[in-house]
């Protein structure tokens, strides 16, 4: 068994501070991160959850930096082609940062944008038949929900469907903020597009954590910032929203 063509398989941050980030989400969420790096010719520091790795950390430098590159996180989208899905996410009005570019034992990855900004990865793994679990719903560490703010989200629907085979199977009405429009890819929900009154596109990316009120606490004395809530959402879990000490926005989930 295999990731299907479409599912989020792997998420990272990009900061300025690696350390500084390193002992932020390790108090925040829990996670055990990796003190030195985990490949070869890069500082790439290894997430773990209690039952597995969901990602990893990597130091925006000076070149970076300098052509705008700021803190974020990003997903990674698994596919079973890569450079057939680059030529298809040109095809359909998305650009390309990095070509696809093989890493030794890792797998084959591109970056790139959908035609209204939001950044992400598409990767196929190395290992033949390999299985992530960095996107599971269910699971305390792991990441759980994929949220693109876009100020078109019937374009982004048409894109993301016609490049990964995404579904919006239903939706539900957020007021004056349109439909909060759910992704699947087959019968696995893995997120939803929302009206952004922002120009530019941006995927948020949901980490299930065993306390919304620890985490909370946790930003604060960490030096993060919480940008919205605690909010329940339905189903019960409550949800946050914060930016880390180095600016990359970051969301929670999970009991209050």
């Known amino acids: ?23 932020f989400y390790q108090s925040v969420v829990g996670w055990e ?12 520091r290894m997430i773990d959850a209690p039952d597995g790795q969901v990602g990893g950390m990597m130091q925006l430098d000076e070149e970076m930096q300098s052509a705008g590159g700021k803190p974020l996180w990003i997903g990674y989208i698994g596919v079973d082609d890569v450079d057939a899905t680059v030529a298809a996410i040109t095809a359909a ?17 591109a970056m790139a944008a959908d035609p209204q900004g939001a950044p992400f990865y598409v990767m196929r ?5 390999g299985v992530s679990t960095a996107f599971s719903s269910e699971r305390v560490g792991h990441f759980a929900w994929n949220e693109l703010s876009t100020p078109d989200p019937l374009a982004a629907l048409a894109f993301y469907g016609e490049v990964f085979g995404w579904t919006n199977p239903n939706s539900m009405p957020m007021g004056e903020w349109g439909e ?7 019968d696995l929900g893995i ?6 009154k922002e120009a530019r596109a941006t995927w948020l990316h949901y980490v299930h954590v065993p306390s919304i009120a620890q985490a909370v606490k946790a930003v604060g004395e960490g030096g993060g910032a ?31």
């Open 180 to 186: 909060y429009r759910f992704l699947h890819v087959g």
């Open 93 to 109: 009005g998305g650009q390309i940062f990095v070509p696809a570019t093989d890493i030794p034992g890792v797998g084959r990855f």
């Open 226 to 256: 919480i940008l919205m809530g605690p909010h329940e959402v339905p189903g019960g879990s409550s949800i946050i929203i914060g930016s880390d000490p180095q600016g990359a926005r970051f969301a929670l989930a999970g009991p209050l």
């Open 33 to 44: 991160i990796g003190a030195q790096s985990g490949m070869p010719g890069m500082d790439y």
């Open 191 to 196: 997120g939803a597009v929302q009206q952004s």
């Open 125 to 129: 793994g190395a290992v033949e038949g």
């Open 1 to 23: 068994m295999s990731n299907k063509q479409g599912e989020f398989i792997w998420y990272e941050l990009m900061t300025s501070d690696l350390e500084a980030a390193r002992a």
